[in-house]
């Protein structure tokens, strides 16, 4: 069965460092979704993307925050200046058709140091 | 603003038996979906059952059913005959239907243990 997959696993920086957190969506996805989960609290959504574009945004995804579609089969979450409470768990997740149920990675730990 | 609400951090169920877990929520919308997923210790979110919000039956998925009341914006799980397996980390999430995404809102989720 097709997965979404994220790389890196795991990823430590330093705070004030730019990071780019990868992911490859099923390849017949048209719909990507970026979500965050502090250690311990709920899963939280950042940013969906379609057509090439921003669809929606949180109040988390602030100017630090930008996505990327460079080419296409990665979808990127780029982080420009770390801060320490972004470490959280990052997930990435994609849809073929509107309102079917997203497909998930197994996320990106980000841990700010 | 859809929220959604899990009021058990942790439950425990022992194998082959039934267990519930609870979830509620609120929403303006008229139409949207609920889900239920899945989160074991190997991170990946696994969807487990889905039901929208115009069926009044039930979603069924093999060992695990849910218990959706409309009016009382009530969306519990049951998992029968439950297995080692799944134990998890469970979310209850919803989505608007027809908005401008259908980004998932997550509950705190519940901690399921399965006691062999």
């Known amino acids: 069965e097709p997965e979404v997959t994220q790389t890196p696993s795991h990823q430590v920086t330093q705070m004030g460092q730019e990071v780019i957190l990868r992911c490859v969506p099923i390849s017949n996805h048209l719909y990507f979704y970026w979500y965050r989960q502090i250690l311990g609290q709920k899963v939280e959504f950042l940013v969906s993307f379609y057509n090439n574009e921003i669809s929606e945004k949180s109040e988390i995804f602030d100017d630090q925050f930008s996505v990327e579609r460079p080419d296409g089969s990665n979808f990127t979450l780029k982080i420009r200046s770390t801060k320490l409470e972004d470490s959280a768990m990052y997930f990435c997740?994609?849809?073929?058709?509107?309102?079917?149920?997203?497909?998930f990675g197994d996320g990106t730990r980000l841990s700010i140091l | 603003a859809q929220t959604v609400t899990q009021s058990q951090p942790e439950m425990s169920v022992q194998e082959a038996e039934t267990v519930t877990l609870s979830c509620t929520y609120d929403?303006?919308?008229?139409?949207?979906?609920l889900f239920w997923y899945k989160q074991p210790p190997s991170r990946q979110m696994i969807l487990v059952i889905r039901q929208e919000a115009y069926k009044q039956q039930n979603a069924t998925e093999n060992r695990f059913s849910v218990n959706f009341q409309k009016a009382a914006k009530s969306f519990s799980l049951k998992i029968s005959d439950s297995q080692l397996g799944d134990a998890a980390m469970y979310f209850c999430?919803?989505?608007?239907?027809?908005?401008?995404?259908?980004?998932?809102?997550f509950g705190t989720g519940t901690l399921l243990a399965v006691q062999p």
């Open positions: 929403t303006s919308e008229s139409d949207y979906y």
């Open positions: 999430a919803s989505s608007n239907y027809g908005g401008a995404t259908n980004k998932l809102i």
């Open positions: 997740a994609s849809t073929g058709r509107f309102n079917q149920p997203q497909h």
